[in-house]
């Protein structure tokens, strides 16, 4: 009788999940935890439930760097799609606007964890992948942010003089939110999700509706 390794099988749902989203998710789970370097092929496919040194991750991907490739693209369609879902949202109440584009935004920040997790470990040995990171993600979840805040700005007339600066001010916000909750955890406790989201939406506001003030010549 043959003696099966239970902790490395896969249940019957997780067998069903396709073979090419399994190591993805595999991989970038052991790419924050152990580096990309630290993390072989034969690792990746034990994790995703596969034969260890079968070839069976070579059927789907080129590498490992082909791997990480497509993890990056699937974050691509996802903001693509918040992109889409922006178009959708009627304008009008700037409060329901921003709390949708918040929760968004961090939902999708969220899901970017083990990826930015990677490329803080990796991103100075590794600056390919800190680059391949910012074209696909950052700089795209920038320009969405800039282009809603500017269309805005114009629909009402509001006195945002510099859309681009207090975009990239909007956005860094939520960013360095999730970023802290990746390094802290459980120990980020003083203000939760939902406080944090309103107080962003309540600024954002002020932003729009608050004519700007002129300032002091320093004496």
Known sequence: MST??????????????????????AALELFAAQGYEGTSVGEIEIAAGLVPRSGALYKHFASKRALLGAALAQRMDAIDRIDAR??????????????????????????ERELAQVVMKEGDRFPEIAADFHDAIVARGRALAIA????????????????????????????????????FGERLKVVDRDRYLAAWVSLGRALFEAPDQPQEEPR
């Open 148 to 183: 809603w805040l500017e269309s805005r700005t114009k629909a009402l007339g509001a006195p945002v003089a510099d859309p681009e600066a207090v975009a990239e001010v909007l956005a860094d916000a939520l960013t360095a939110r999730m970023l802290k909750h990746f390094m």
């Open 4 to 25: 099966v390794d239970h902790a490395n099988t896969p249940d019957a749902a997780e067998a069903l999940r396709p073979t090419r989203q399994r190591l993805i998710e």
């Open 86 to 111: 922006m178009d959708l949202i009627p304008p009008g109440d700037l409060a329901v606007e921003l709390t949708l584009i918040g929760t968004m935004a961090l939902d999708e920040l969220e899901s």
